[in-house]
């Protein structure tokens, strides 16, 4: 039986369980339509739970590990698992500063290991000062009012701290150049942005690297993605694909493969983290 790192998010959790669930049934030649009939639910409610995107109600597991054949000695830990998924993260009281496909994102952005990440436009969400956020909250968003952008900024901030005080994972972003050169906010603001990155790009758990406009074209011909890994050796690594109105989780192993492929191809070819630092340098000279 899985059990989860400490640290392991509430949707880590879910999604440990769901599959373990899932594992469970399969075994047992069971369809999902008659696990469904079991709990009174239909055969899209079973695939929802064993993917770890519904919360669990205790008694509708009790009921599946019944069906399933799991005597009362093995069902512990998994009740347990069932408690903890259902707990809500810190980020519920932010709820209302983002989408439900984002809430599922920064789930298991604190439950990862490693996030690794290529930006063609702007600065990684992770990375960002507060006036760079600021700033492009207030040109995606014109018509939004100061005191939701101020939350969305919070939030924003809040995600950072994991990165900057080491209790989260660890991070490794590949900018593209011209994110660096795009002027959002004003020079003040892009300059503090990129004191902010030669700084962070001091700590221990942040690599950081920017593929510079000289290399020409690259792997990354498709834009932004993020690839995040997980402690538990259960949970396959996911690709997050954002796009205007929602987002893309990959976790089939030749999609997930493909974009690390790519990913290690931008990280030979882009800048080293000191060649990184000295082209960031520079820009504060130029700016």
């Known amino acids: 039986m899985t059990t989860v790192q400490p640290g392991g998010g509430s949707m880590v959790r879910r999604i440990l369980l769901g599959s373990q669930l899932r594992r469970l049934r399969e075994a047992k030649g069971i369809s999902r339509e008659d696990a469904g009939y079991t709990i009174r639910a239909s055969e899209s409610k079973i695939s929802r739970m ?67 990440t290529y930006e063609v436009q702007f600065i990684p969400g992770l990375l960002q000062t507060p006036e ?60 503090a942005q990129v004191q902010h990155l030669i700084e962070v790009s001091e700590l221990p758990n942040i690599v950081l690297q920017v593929m510079p406009f000289r290399f020409g074209g690259h792997a990354a011909e498709t834009g932004a993605f993020s690839i995040l890994r997980f402690p538990e050796q259960d949970l396959p690594d996911v690709v997050y694909l954002e796009q205007l109105t929602s987002a893309l989780y990959l976790d089939k192993r030749d999609d997930v493969d493909a974009y690390i492929q790519v990913m290690e191809r931008l990280s030979v070819d882009s800048l080293t983290p000191e060649q990184t630092v000295e082209l960031l340098s520079g820009l504060l000279k130029e700016a």
């Open 132 to 191: 760079y956020a600021r700033s492009i909250m207030g040109l995606n968003r014109p018509h939004m009012q100061s005191e939701e952008i101020e939350h969305r900024v919070d939030l924003r901030m809040r995600r950072q701290r994991m990165i900057t005080e080491g209790t989260g994972p660890r991070l490794w972003a590949v900018i593209d150049e011209a994110a660096l050169r795009r002027p959002i906010g004003g020079r003040d603001v892009m300059r």
């Open 50 to 116: 064993e993917l770890g995107r519904v919360s669990f109600k205790e008694r509708d597991v009790v009921d599946l590990l019944s069906l399933y054949g799991v005597d009362e000695s093995e069902r512990g830990q998994l009740l347990t698992l069932v408690r903890e998924a259902n707990q809500n993260g810190w980020w519920h009281s932010f709820s209302d500063a983002m989408p439900n496909w984002f809430q599922t994102y920064v789930g298991l952005e604190e439950s990862a290991a490693l996030i690794r």
